[in-house]
């Protein structure tokens, strides 16, 4: 394996699954073995009814946000997946089939109506969701499918329930587990999933995996490019799902955020003068450099709790599957803390690591929320997000762009993976094209750079951009921006502020800013 550098949704997989990870309703159409719903109609999981009577279709209207025209919205997009009921009158879903919906219907199986429903709770991180219906007597006849308590084995057949494009019907698709590891979710969370062969399609995700009588866990995406590799969201992570928003807590999982490296290297286990009997994983970059953060660089991590850490950083669950040793952290987390043992300077020390539920992102997601702006004469100011970012990333010339980012040492992209550098940071991107305006002239597009200063002032976020062109009395005003071959932008301050209506009338735009940027605008100049 050689050693490789581990941060799990952070620093070393943060961009690669932002390339590489699906979501269920983007997938690509796959061959499927399928079977007739009276397949398992005579399966009968506990509790009650039929597994298809648990199953659900669900239509959602959704408007995402726009980072590129911040002061919109996109189209309104009708998207379907799937759902399945469980405990508590509730469905259970993918986040991404009901994230930013502004109307939400199930349908159950060979029915003909439709049910307004709510979203919940929600959690883009783990991609789960749950809804409540407007019509609760639904549940007196689908009552709820009963969730496993242990993880499937390997080669262990599989049932994909669900509704995926091409017919209205429910479909249920055959496959085997074929490998269950500790991966990235979405940022920063990672969780056990899954692996199965069965074909996974648009519209499936949501509806539940079955092996035997009892669901596994939930569908939710599969790997592009790839021949029938879908994946499951397995019971345990819904459990833990469901246990932290009980009483309405937004969900978070604790995570740990150093930098780490394989130890199979003779000559760096020669280095760190370690005995053929030590195993584990090498601190390479503490999350902290504080003095009282209890790792250091060149620490070995051995055991997390009492299960010991190989060299690979694994630890053995059962007979016959390895998983990330990271995967202990959301069992035996006491008080945001694990206890970890580890060698220094071939001394063996116990400690207890902070492992917080959050990961301060300079660039964060908007997480179901619409991007902030500010609009000053011919110039859309945005706060940078990762919304921001992916949309390159899609995009057809996604990695051309990155290069020129990269190239231009644009903060979008050197610093996509940092922490604020002080309470409060944020980049400020300039998120569109120039409105047409005289203003303007000469001047190229400042299109996706990032503003350093206005009128000499360093800029710390969007809403303290705000302040400085509320406050400013100067004959011109100066715009800097990051990296390189960026142009200085000098306007005169009173055409800015005297052509700003005018921009938005002409280009459609019903608020200079959002409300927390019209907040500031509007508040007092500070003495």
């Known amino acids: 394996m050689g050693s490789n550098s581990f941060f799990w949704g952070v620093k070393a997989t943060w961009l690669l699954v932002a390339l590489t990870c699906a979501v269920g309703w983007n997938l690509c159409a796959q061959d499927a073995t399928s079977l007739p719903a009276t397949t398992a109609a005579s399966t009968r999981p506990a509790g009650g009814g039929t597994i298809e009577n648990s199953v659900v279709k669900i239509f959602s209207t959704v408007r995402y946000p726009d980072p590129y025209k911040p002061w919109s919205k996109e189209s309104p997009l009708d998207v379907t997946g799937s759902g399945v009921v469980i405990e508590g009158k509730r469905i259970l879903t993918n986040a991404h089939v009901v994230n930013y919906a502004s109307q939400v219907q199930i349908q159950a199986n060979e029915a003909g109506d439709k049910i307004s429903a709510t979203v919940e709770a929600i959690s883009p991180g783990i991609d789960l969701a749950v809804l409540k219906l407007d019509d609760e007597s639904f549940f007196d006849t689908h009552p709820a499918l009963v969730r496993a308590k242990t993880l499937p084995g390997i080669k262990d057949v599989v049932l994909a329930y669900g509704f995926p494009e091409g017919g209205n019907s429910l479909s249920i698709t055959k496959g085997i587990v074929s490998r269950v590891e500790f991966a990235p979710y979405n940022f920063p969370i990672s969780g056990l999933r899954i692996q199965v062969d069965a074909a996974i399609n ?215 993976a940092d922490q604020p550098a002080f309470p409060g940071e944020g980049l400020v991107v300039v998120s569109s094209p120039f409105f047409p305006d005289r203003l303007a002239e000469g001047y190229t597009s400042p299109r996706s750079e990032v503003v350093k200063a206005v009128n000499g002032i360093r800029v710390k976020n969007l809403n303290h951009l705000v302040e400085i062109l509320r406050d400013a009395k100067n004959q011109f005003i100066t715009f800097e921006f990051f990296g390189n071959h960026s142009e200085t932008m000098i306007f005169p301050r009173a055409r800015m502020v005297a052509a700003t209506d005018g921009i938005l009338s002409d280009n459609g735009v019903r608020s200079q800013g959002s409300p927390d940027t019209l907040a500031i605008w509007n508040a007092k100049p500070s003495q």
């Open 202 to 416: 648009p519209g499936n995700s949501g509806g539940p995996a079955v092996v035997g009588d009892k669901m596994i866990g939930l569908t939710f995406s599969r790997l592009n490019g790839a021949e029938n590799i879908g994946y499951i969201i397995p019971s345990e992570e819904i459990e833990l799902f469901l246990q932290g928003i009980a009483g309405g807590h937004d969900y978070g999982k604790p995570g740990m955020y150093d930098t780490l490296q394989t130890l199979e290297n003779p000559a760096l286990r020669t280095f760190l003068k370690l005995p053929p009997s030590v195993d584990g994983m090498v601190v390479h970059e503490p999350y902290k450099d504080d003095p009282d953060y209890p790792l250091k660089e060149w620490d070995v991590i051995t055991k997390i709790g009492d299960t010991p850490v190989d060299d690979q950083g694994m630890i053995k669950l059962g007979e016959d599957l390895r998983v990330r040793f990271q995967y202990q952290i959301q069992h035996i987390a006491t008080n945001g803390a694990v206890p970890l043992t580890i060698v220094r300077a071939g001394k063996e020390l116990r400690v207890n690591l902070p492992v917080p539920q959050n990961y301060p992102c300079l660039i964060p997601e908007l997480n179901g929320g619409y991007p902030s702006y500010f609009i000053y004469g011919p110039l859309v100011f945005s706060a940078a997000t990762r919304n921001y970012l992916n949309g390159y990333l899609d995009s057809k010339y996604g990695a051309m762009m990155m290069d020129a980012l990269s190239l231009a040492s644009n903060p979008l992209v050197t610093r996509m």
